[in-house]
């Protein structure tokens, strides 16, 4: 099993609609969570860290549920530059820092 | 306002070459990580820097080396290139550890051996 785990996808949704990603870890002593963000050929920039009580910036929301291991990442209102790769990340203490592979995301007109 | 500045962006290698992936940073960051990243895969981490004179390896070291003679380089040295390092590799640096700080990174080099 993966340590990280997410839906490849890719996910195709029109503009406007809400798309939700999740994504599993295995390690119960992680410690802290993150979502980022990869366009195509880019570097990974950080879309938003993932707090206990969930936390939300604009149109996107974080959730982590510690007793079932998974985060989730909600996106409102989806727009054409919301597409790219959605990197969940799970750090586990020191510098043990596992990147799932990531989730695509195709928004269309 | 540069951040981290990897160079170069692109290079083909000859199986058993050798040549030196640059990084640099102006945040004063102590903690500094090379990562490669292939398809399909979550990012990999190679070796990781807290300080100046100070590196680890990672998860994925070898066929590579390291050195941090100051805060801001980091390079990566490949020696004896092989298809199997074939990637797209990033630098990055945190302010703290990378499990509680989120990472800066450069914006890759791709590398291809052939």
């Known amino acids: 099993r993966k340590e990280v785990e997410q839906d490849p996808g890719p996910f195709n949704v029109p503009e406007g609609a809400t798309v939700a990603f999740n994504c599993t870890y295995s390690?119960?002593?992680?410690?802290?969570f993150f979502w980022y963000r990869q366009d195509c050929r880019k570097e990974p920039k950080l879309l938003m860290s993932?707090?206990?009580s969930g936390n939300e910036d604009g149109r996107f929301t974080a959730q982590l549920n510690r007793a079932s291991q998974y985060i989730s990442l909600l996106i409102r209102d989806s727009k054409l530059s919301d597409s790219a790769t959605y990197l969940c990340?799970?750090?586990?203490?020191?510098?043990?820092?596992?990147f799932g592979a990531g989730t695509r995301l195709f928004v269309k007109a | 306002n540069a951040g981290v500045t990897q160079t170069p962006k692109f290079r083909i290698l000859k199986i058993g070459q050798s040549m030196t992936l640059q990084c640099t940073q102006d945040m004063n960051h102590n903690y500094m990580y090379w990562y490669r990243q292939d398809p399909g895969m979550g990012l990999k981490l190679i070796y990781y820097?807290?300080?100046?004179?100070?590196?680890d390896k990672g998860e994925v070291p070898n066929g590579y080396n390291v050195s941090r003679s100051t805060t801001e380089d980091f390079p990566l040295r490949l020696e004896l290139a092989a298809p199997s390092q074939t990637s797209v590799y990033f630098c990055?640096?945190?302010?703290?550890?990378?499990?509680?700080?989120?990472?800066?990174f450069g914006n890759g080099t791709r590398l291809t051996v052939t």
């Open positions: 993932v707090y206990s």
């Open positions: 990055a640096s945190s302010p703290r550890t990378a499990a509680n700080s989120p990472l800066h």
């Open positions: 390690n119960s002593a992680s410690q802290s």
């Open positions: 820097s807290v300080g100046a004179g100070i590196t």
């Open positions: 990340v799970v750090g586990a203490g020191g510098f043990k820092t596992i």
